[in-house]
């Protein structure tokens, strides 16, 4: 007998100096969604020079200035456009493959990777099914804003982050949060917005913060 050909797919970007490996687990600890098969991707990051780290190269999707990541991060870093251009091109290549359609493709990432599902997601030439930003922030943060109403305000988001992180300051995933729940307000048909915080958690992705992310996949891949 066939096996069951691909109903969905998640996408999921890794943070500064890991790899798509560092995030692999997720294949195995998610949950069998009913009536649904599931293919999972985990892209790498080129590896560039990174100010934060006095220059040195490293796996990153752009430049950092400064740890932590605060208010007066730089809002379009050096190598964001390449790396906007290689996520849409895997989202494409992973449609292609499994013979999906863009609504059935969930992006998520972590810090700099949150921060880059955020852009890639907005900035991706048709809806998505979800888009997932754990421990991130916003990057061109108007035009991201903007983007996130009219046709992408049907694409439900879910952003998380530990209210004890010193690396990227929880305060920039609740202005994410904030902003485009504003920028929503006005649109019709617009979906929800999740923003939760985890309590004594730092830069890191704890049980219960995993467990609502089943929760929102669960919902969204349709």
């Given at each position: 007998?066939?096996s069951?050909?691909?109903?969905?797919?998640?996408?999921?970007?890794?943070?500064?100096?890991?790899?798509?490996?560092?995030?692999?687990?997720?294949?195995?600890?998610?949950?069998?969604?009913?009536?649904?098969?599931?293919?999972?991707?985990?892209?790498?990051?080129?590896?560039?020079?990174?100010?934060?780290?006095?220059?040195?190269?490293?796996?990153?999707?752009?430049?950092?200035k400064?740890?932590?990541?605060?208010?007066?991060?730089?809002?379009?870093p050096?190598?964001?456009?390449?790396?906007?251009?290689?996520?849409?091109?895997?989202?494409?290549?992973?449609?292609?493959?499994n013979?999906?359609?863009?609504?059935?493709?969930?992006?998520?990432?972590?810090?700099?990777?949150?921060?880059?599902?955020?852009?890639?997601?907005?900035?991706?030439?048709?809806?998505?099914?979800?888009?997932?930003?754990?421990?991130?922030?916003?990057?061109?943060?108007?035009?991201?804003?903007?983007a996130?109403?009219?046709?992408?305000?049907?694409?439900?988001l879910?952003?998380?982050h530990?209210?004890?992180d010193?690396?990227?300051l929880?305060?920039?995933?609740?202005?994410?949060?904030?902003?485009?729940?504003?920028?929503?307000?006005?649109?019709?048909?617009s979906?929800?917005?999740?923003?939760?915080?985890?309590?004594g958690?730092?830069?890191?992705?704890?049980?219960?913060?995993?467990?609502?992310?089943?929760?929102?996949?669960?919902?969204?891949?349709?």
């Amino acid at each position: 007998m066939a096996s069951l050909a691909y109903t969905n797919a998640v996408i999921f970007i890794h943070g500064l100096g890991d790899s798509g490996r560092g995030w692999s687990f997720l294949e195995r600890m998610m949950p069998d969604f009913p009536n649904r098969k599931v293919v999972y991707a985990f892209p790498d990051a080129p590896s560039q020079p990174v100010s934060c780290n006095n220059g040195m190269v490293m796996p990153s999707w752009f430049d950092i200035k400064a740890i932590p990541v605060n208010e007066n991060e730089p809002d379009d870093p050096a190598g964001i456009d390449e790396s906007i251009a290689s996520i849409h091109g895997l989202i494409d290549k992973v449609i292609a493959d499994n013979n999906l359609k863009p609504e059935n493709v969930v992006l998520g990432g972590f810090s700099q990777g949150g921060a880059m599902s955020l852009m890639a997601g907005s900035t991706y030439h048709a809806q998505l099914g979800g888009v997932v930003c754990l421990s991130g922030w916003l990057l061109r943060k108007s035009s991201n804003v903007a983007a996130w109403s009219g046709p992408k305000a049907s694409v439900p988001l879910f952003i998380g982050h530990g209210d004890a992180d010193q690396v990227v300051l929880t305060s920039l995933g609740k202005e994410a949060a904030d902003r485009i729940k504003a920028e929503r307000d006005s649109s019709a048909g617009s979906a929800g917005v999740t923003f939760k915080t985890y309590a004594g958690e730092g830069h890191g992705a704890c049980d219960d913060e995993l467990k609502d992310l089943a929760q929102f996949f669960n919902e969204v891949l349709k």
